[in-house]
């Protein structure tokens, strides 16, 4: 997909490093990402590429400071057009840029398991910002657009099948968009027609304005919705350009996906 011509940038990465100090084993500290550096506009859909354990979802926790940063710097641009270091936020900062700003879908639902579908996916959209009205019709219309219909929509979220919870969470995560959504593999168990589906509505997001830095397992998934590719290798990144120069080598192997 060509980028078409936003160059709004709202979020920058600066000399970001991540350690972790492995507690349980001898206290030894490893550092999982390095100097990483890089930049996303608004409207523009990025793919994160790099093999298991290159750093990519603690690349994300970090962006949706769930993990806190080792060093470096993340500026975000504020719907009101302020700039924002997100590694210098307050809790309540945090969580109210959470809500209405960033949105993040990781591969598994992490839900309340009591929690009914149409619930979970209405309070997402209050934290967006809509009132409760909006969120419940909101909710039901993404909820439909991903084929949950409404026999599912007062079922508690835990009993349903791997690929429902992963569309119930897509649709949490698409309802009301935030200005940068992060996807860490949220396609993952979903069958050929529904994936189809999902990447259609992630597709949309971005004629909407709306900044993607997404992970997928597949390269065609890839090739359908991002402009450019990062790609990773043990927490550094080491190739980064458009879809169509890089997606060739990933391809065939010369870069790790
Ligand atoms: N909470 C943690 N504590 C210690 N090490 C971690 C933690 N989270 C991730 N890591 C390590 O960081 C590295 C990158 O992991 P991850 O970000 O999950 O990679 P990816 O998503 O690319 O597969 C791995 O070596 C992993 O073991
Ligand atoms: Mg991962």
């Not at 490893?30 to 506009?41: E, G, K």
């Not at 700039?83 to 309340?112: C, K, M, N, P």
Request: proline content about 3%; overall charge negative.
């Amino acid at each position: 997909m060509e980028l078409s011509s936003s160059d709004t940038t709202l979020l920058k990465v600066q000399d970001l490093n991540k350690s972790f100090i492995l507690h349980n084993i001898d206290g030894r500290t490893i550092q999982v990402l390095h100097d990483l550096r890089f930049s996303i506009n608004a409207g523009e859909h990025v793919a994160l590429a790099g093999t298991s354990g290159a750093g990519k979802s603690t690349l994300l926790r970090i962006l949706f400071q769930t993990y806190s940063t080792s060093t470096g710097s993340i500026l975000f641009k504020l719907a009101s057009g302020e700039w924002v270091d997100l590694t210098h936020l307050t809790d309540s900062e945090i969580v109210a840029i959470r809500g209405r700003e960033i949105g993040y879908v990781s591969q598994f639902l992490r839900a309340q398991p009591r929690r009914s579908v149409i619930d979970l996916v209405t309070r997402a959209g209050i934290s967006r910002g809509l009132d409760n009205n909006d969120a419940r019709e909101q909710a039901q219309m993404t909820l439909e657009k991903l084929h949950i219909g409404k026999p599912l929509w007062e079922v508690h979220t835990s009993v349903l099948s791997g690929g429902e919870k992963q569309r119930v969470n897509i649709a949490a995560g698409l309802i009301s968009p935030p200005r940068l959504l992060l996807l860490d593999e949220p396609i993952s168990a979903l069958d050929p027609e529904n994936r189809t589906l999902a990447l259609e509505l992630i597709q949309e997001l971005t004629l909407n304005g709306v900044a993607v830095l997404a992970v997928f397992h597949d390269l065609d998934a890839i090739e359908q919705v991002s402009h450019r590719i990062i790609a990773m290798e043990k927490g550094r990144i080491v190739q980064e350009g458009p879809t169509n120069t890089l997606l060739p080598l990933l391809r065939k192997g010369y870069i790790n996906s």
